[in-house]
């Protein structure tokens, strides 16, 4: 981008930038800045373009304005979605989105991390930090999932071994890191299972290429975010200041500052 001044800061992409402040998805970003939304010091953006904190930013005419965020750290918020739910900003078909549930925020908006299809219920994370979401999604770090499933019937010694030893699906091999039995409720089986990536609708097709019909999926854990017993279905819970250092010290990332 070029401009009438000299920046003084740091400088990376827009999108990357507008993405760390809670303003969108970096895709997201990327189809305004095509579309023509975005200026920076009165000029048009492009992709490409660099900025810095110090650079007059406006989407769609209104300033953003990024000192109020420098030295805050992000929100971070666990939601218990319930089956039925979408995981949109909202539906064609007028169902409940689970954005619905979130509490405002000032500047920014919230941001998912990862998603859960219809009619799968469980955690789910939101942030205002697109530099977090990013991170806790992207393939490279692998943070772990865990769901308990329950399926009719009980696994056998050769389905356990196929499902660590990873089954082909037509997008890939797949394979869970962990497979544990727990509970059982008449004829259905209760297992808790580990993955590191979030493929669509993984786990049914996953048993599926079994014979194995998936009656109940339940989200349990992502990465150190335990989905905790005491929090019911549709309910949400923000993380103190200091719990959200916490995690960030976990997972290795530095908040934008």
Same mark, same amino acid.
């Given at each position: 981008?070029?401009?009438?001044?000299?920046?003084?800061?740091?400088? #990376?992409?827009?999108?990357?930038?507008?993405?760390?402040?809670?303003?969108? @998805?970096?895709?997201?970003?990327?189809?305004?800045?095509?579309?023509?939304?975005?200026?920076?010091?009165?000029?048009?953006?492009?992709?490409?373009? +660099?900025? $810095?904190?110090?650079?007059?930013?406006?989407?769609?005419?209104?300033?953003? !304005?990024? #000192?109020?965020?420098?030295?805050?750290?992000? +929100?971070?918020? =666990? !939601? !218990? %979605?319930?089956?039925?739910?979408?995981? @949109?900003?909202?539906?064609?078909e007028k169902r409940r989105?689970?954005?619905?549930?979130?509490?405002?925020?000032?500047?920014? +908006?919230?941001?998912?991390?990862?998603?859960?299809?219809?009619?799968? @219920?469980?955690?789910? =994370?939101?942030?205002?930090?697109?530099?977090?979401?990013?991170?806790?999604?992207?393939?490279?770090?692998?943070?772990?999932?865990?769901?308990?499933?329950?399926?009719?019937?009980?696994?056998?010694?050769?389905?356990? $071994?196929?499902?660590?030893?990873?089954?082909?699906?037509?997008?890939?091999?797949?394979?869970?890191?962990?497979?544990? #039995?727990?509970?059982?409720?008449?004829?259905?089986?209760?297992?808790?299972?580990?993955? %590191?990536?979030?493929?669509?609708?993984?786990? +049914?097709?996953?048993f599926d290429a079994l014979?194995?019909?998936?009656?109940?999926?339940?989200?349990?854990?992502?990465?150190?975010?335990?989905?905790?017993?005491?929090?019911?279905?549709?309910?949400?819970? #923000?993380?103190?200041?200091?719990?959200?250092?916490?995690?960030?010290?976990?997972?290795? !990332?530095?908040?934008?500052?």
């Amino acid at each position: 981008m070029n401009s009438n001044k000299t920046n003084k800061l740091p400088t #990376e992409k827009i999108q990357k930038t507008l993405s760390n402040q809670g303003l969108g @998805s970096r895709r997201e970003l990327e189809t305004w800045i095509s579309a023509g939304r975005i200026r920076v010091n009165g000029q048009i953006a492009k992709l490409g373009d +660099r900025i $810095s904190l110090e650079d007059r930013v406006e989407v769609d005419g209104r300033r953003i !304005y990024f #000192e109020a965020q420098k030295d805050m750290l992000p +929100r971070v918020l =666990l !939601y !218990y %979605k319930p089956e039925g739910e979408v995981c @949109s900003r909202s539906d064609p078909e007028k169902r409940r989105t689970v954005f619905e549930s979130l509490p405002r925020v000032g500047l920014g +908006r919230w941001i998912m991390v990862g998603r859960l299809d219809l009619n799968t @219920s469980g955690l789910l =994370l939101f942030t205002t930090d697109g530099g977090l979401a990013n991170f806790l999604m992207h393939p490279s770090h692998e943070v772990e999932r865990e769901y308990a499933v329950r399926i009719l019937g009980g696994l056998t010694p050769a389905q356990i $071994s196929m499902l660590k030893q990873g089954v082909m699906l037509e997008d890939g091999l797949a394979k869970f890191l962990s497979l544990e #039995e727990q509970a059982g409720e008449g004829a259905n089986r209760w297992y808790h299972v580990v993955l %590191k990536e979030g493929r669509n609708r993984e786990i +049914r097709r996953m048993f599926d290429a079994l014979g194995l019909q998936v009656s109940r999926l339940i989200r349990v854990r992502y990465g150190p975010f335990t989905l905790p017993a005491s929090l019911s279905r549709g309910r949400r819970m #923000e993380f103190s200041v200091e719990e959200v250092k916490d995690f960030l010290k976990q997972l290795g !990332y530095k908040a934008k500052r």
